[in-house]
């Protein structure tokens, strides 16, 4: 019973590996099963095709991604400069840890439909702008148009990660406060 689910935990995995590195439309279902060691026909017993399977294990990584990250945005319990790096270190480590999962959102992500775009609520973007709106709203930042800083602030986090991906520069472990220093510079919050 358990060796279908270890080969449908190899076929996504080597799906969301091929999706992060070839991308979305120069993956097809033969590389996904070669990759995997199947048959093209054992992944349509769980998916239609690639699109329905890059969608739903978007979804999924897309939902463990965000969870980890809105556990240290939103504790109340914690200073807001400290939630925002304890936020931007997760990040960090979600990439280091999971790099094709973190590469298969950020760019699979515009590889789908419009009418599967998603909704304020579930997207990351929506995730830093209420983060931004609620600390305006708390006084830990002075106010600001949350929707621009949130984007600004997603910049300053993602872009050192994309560039890192491409071999651009390389990430240290100060990496994470540098870019937590910038962002509260830019929020004008304290340190």
């Known amino acids: 019973m358990s060796r279908p689910v270890m080969k449908r935990e190899i076929i996504e995995e080597s799906a969301i590996r091929l999706f992060a590195t070839k991308g979305l439309a120069r993956t097809t279902i033969k590389d996904i099963a070669t990759a995997a060691g199947v048959t093209e026909g054992a992944l349509y017993r769980w998916y239609d095709g690639k699109e329905e399977m890059a969608w739903k294990l978007f979804n999924r990584e897309l939902d463990q991604f965000t969870h980890l990250v809105s556990e240290m945005l939103f504790d109340d319990r914690l200073p807001f400069s400290l939630r925002l790096a304890q936020a931007v270190q997760t990040i960090y480590d979600y990439y280091h840890?999971?790099?094709d999962q973190f590469a298969f959102i950020l760019l699979t992500q515009h590889g789908f439909p419009e009418d599967k775009l998603l909704s304020r609520e579930t997207?990351?973007?929506?995730?830093?702008?209420?983060?931004?709106?609620?600390?305006?709203?708390?006084?830990?930042?002075?106010?600001?148009?949350?929707?621009?800083?949130?984007?600004?602030?997603?910049?300053?986090?993602?872009?050192p990660l994309v560039l890192h991906r491409y071999g651009k520069i390389e990430l240290t472990p100060e990496t994470p406060e540098l870019v937590t220093t910038a962002c509260l510079r830019m929020l004008g919050a304290r340190a």
């Open 123 to 159: 997207e990351p973007h929506g995730l830093a702008e209420r983060f931004v709106g609620q600390a305006v709203g708390l006084g830990e930042i002075p106010p600001c148009d949350a929707d621009l800083f949130a984007g600004l602030i997603m910049g300053a986090i993602m872009q």
């Open 97 to 99: 840890y999971n790099s």
